[in-house]
């Protein structure tokens, strides 16, 4: 195959420098002719996501008619995506120019750290936004009571303190494997799962770890937003009038969309790891949720929200804002 060829051609070239503490990334195959147009597409990309994800929090944070705590939880999960579309994408465009890139190990770990840390907190703020929806459209009357500042500040709070923390022992177990001989990557960036295939001394640590933590991660999330969201369908269907039963519809197929989207690729590529064949179809799948995802997400959540764009033009009255829970 021609992305076995390449990986031949890069370890002739990688191996005098067989004992030095880097990495390979081999990144994309076959790409010569097209790579100015792929690093140019995915530079705006990178641009736009970043643009769209800072008028997000921009709008949150100065805009006072925006009360509700969907908005709160929305600029969070901004962020959050910022942190991993720039832990990825500025290093995948210097591969994609060089056609395959050096990375020493601390640079490596450093970017599985804060993807793991990322990915596990948009997993938890994903969650914790179902929540949302399920109280605002299950209980409405207790919406505003249940769902305070300090509510919201917890949810928050733990969805970030358990990423942080979580991500830690992935880390912790990398420094003590050996990578020797070769250390070629076939991925576009240093994620978990590519790197641990390139380890002599063995990564089970690595494997019991993913598969710990899948358990809090995505399939105990993947079970409270079903049956949440079974509770709002069943509470939707039995709404009177066919306005309140679109607009509810509409809030809750915007999140249900980047869940099924998020947690499908997550699950993929991390709770069932692909053969050794399918690493192309791997990294078209990463690329869902390590780029499509934090673009996808302010438009699908909040652009294409009418509060939003009335909020975004400077020329909008503002006090006429509804200030209703559901977005």
Not at 101 to 112: E, L, N, P, V
Not at 125 to 132: A, G
Not at 277 to 303: C, D, F, R
Request: aromatic share 12%.
């Amino acid at each position: 195959r021609a992305e076995e060829s390449i990986m031949i051609v890069m370890n002739e070239n990688f191996t005098n420098k067989s004992n030095i503490e880097e990495f390979l990334i081999i990144g994309f195959v076959n790409i010569q002719n097209i790579k100015i147009l792929l690093f140019i597409l995915f530079m705006i990309i990178y641009l736009v996501t970043l643009s769209a994800n800072i008028m997000v929090i921009s709008i949150v944070s100065m805009c006072r008619y925006i009360v509700s705590p969907m908005y709160f939880f929305l600029s969070h999960l901004s962020f959050n995506d910022m942190i991993i579309i720039t832990n990825i994408v500025p290093e995948m465009l210097y591969v994609i120019l060089k056609e395959g890139s050096t990375i020493s190990f601390a640079g490596c770990f450093t970017q599985i750290y804060f993807f793991s840390q990322s990915t596990i907190t948009e997993c938890l703020l994903l969650t914790v936004m179902s929540y949302d929806r399920y109280l605002a459209i299950c209980n409405p009357l207790r919406y505003s009571s249940v769902m305070d500042l300090k509510l919201c500040g917890s949810l928050v709070a733990s969805s970030w303190g358990f990423g942080i923390l979580a991500a830690l022992p992935h880390i912790i177990i990398l420094n003590q494997i050996t990578f020797c001989g070769l250390k070629v990557v076939n991925h576009f960036f240093c994620d978990l799962i590519p790197v641990l295939r390139v380890s002599c001394s063995g990564s089970l640590a690595n494997e019991i770890v993913i598969i710990v933590m899948s358990v809090p991660v995505t399939f105990v999330p993947i079970l409270f937003i079903t049956v949440t969201y079974i509770n709002i369908f069943l509470v939707i269907i039995r709404i009177s009038t066919t306005t309140g039963k679109q607009k509810a519809f509409s809030t809750c197929s915007s999140h249900l969309t980047i869940v099924c989207l998020y947690y499908g690729t997550i699950v993929f590529n991390y709770v069932v790891p692909p053969k050794e064949e399918y690493l192309g179809l791997q990294k078209l799948i990463s690329m869902l949720y390590t780029i499509a995802a934090p673009l996808l997400n302010p438009i699908i959540y909040s652009l294409r929200n009418e509060q939003f764009k009335e909020e975004a033009n400077v020329g909008t009255d503002r006090k006429s804002l509804s200030l209703s829970p559901l977005p």
